[in-house]
């Protein structure tokens, strides 16, 4: 809105630029989080006391006393998002709206299963949230399937001119992602602080590419596919890294709320959708390095119970395992928040190794 009103009518030349909206589009979702935070939790936390309160079943001792920290705080995260985003965005970006769709769908079914989980102690089934999911995905597949200048090539990191066109298969490509990265950032938030903190750093991460194939003469540089109007992104990873941040205020240990399925879905759904756009998506594997770990600890669980009778983990996702073995809470966070820097690292890497 600034950039058309300030920049367009005004020729404020300043607002033309995706790196000064994108600074200030930060700080502003942080304000807001941290201004319309309280409020919002107290909300949830009296919904939530009067409905006895919740917690997941099969979880680790002590978690029991997490029972009355309300959940779907996932919402202060999108209402901080799209103020701040509205607010900097140029808004006759297609890129920005598709991602903007993801974000709220994704964010509406994973609010409609917190709100059951609390009401009823049980939320959607998980083979509806999966079609629903699958579903909101192909829908964004299509649209982008569709968009004049979107291609279905798949681009490879750390090798200069090995690139792959999946033609239509390049739909299904884009649901997976989509629906994987939602449902791995989801099985990662389990802890104070465990989902949000590598989040924020694929958010980081991620605007950085945007910008990277948003630039055409950058792109050329680093032997990038250049997307043009990609760079617009950047100001909208980084509104989300700043209610990102501003949740973190809230969430950190003891956590006064969590993210739920509100906020875990709708941010995986952005990733995916960005690193598609982008085209990074095998980068996407490497800086959400711990999400795919913990989706896999999960599915290694399963199979090896199904097939031995056995557990492999003593609990899974990973992160119970370690709370099992004795390891405190915040040391097990921290540490994730250090893996996930340095993959982080590896990542961009990627843009030189080729």
Sequence with gaps: MLYHLLYQYFDINLFKYITFRGFYALITSFFISLIIGPYIISKLKLFQEKEGGYVREYLPNGHELKKHTPTMGGVLIILSVLISAL?????????????????????????????????????????????????LAFFVAILLHLYPDFNSVLYMPFLKNVHIDLGVFYILFMVFIIVGTSNAVNLTDGLDGLAIGPSLIAIASFAFFAYVAGHSKLAE??????????????????????????????????????????????????????????????????????????????????????????????????????????????????????????????????????
Excluded at 100 to 118: C, H, R
Excluded at 253 to 280: C, H, N, R, W, Y
Excluded at 316 to 328: D, R, S, T, Y
Aim: charged share 15%; glycine share 8%.
């Design 221 to 354: 540089y680093l032997h990038l596919p250049h997307i043009a109007g990609s760079g617009e992104l950047t100001v909208f990873m980084m509104a989300l890294l700043g209610a990102g941040l501003g949740f973190l205020w809230f969430n950190s240990f003891p956590a006064e709320v969590f993210m739920g399925d509100a906020g875990s879905l709708s941010i995986g759904a952005v990733l995916g959708t960005v690193a598609i756009i982008t085209k990074q998506e095998i980068v996407l594997a490497i800086v959400g390095g711990i999400f795919v770990v913990e989706t896999l600890s999960v599915i290694l669980q399963i199979t090896y119970f199904k097939i031995t009778g056995k557990r492999l983990f003593l609990m899974a996702p990973l992160h119970h395992h370690f709370e099992k073995k004795g390891i405190e809470e915040p040391k097990i966070v921290t540490r994730v928040w250090i893996i996930s820097i340095l993959l982080a690292i590896i990542a961009l890497s990627t843009l030189k190794i080729r």
């Design 87 to 135: 607010m900097w965005c140029r808004l006759d970006n297609f890129y920005v709206w598709i991602t903007v769709f993801s974000m709220l769908s994704f964010a509406i079914l994973g609010g409609w299963d917190d709100y059951k989980k609390v009401k009823t102690k049980r939320g959607i089934s998980s083979k509806t949230k999966f079609v629903i999911q699958i579903l």
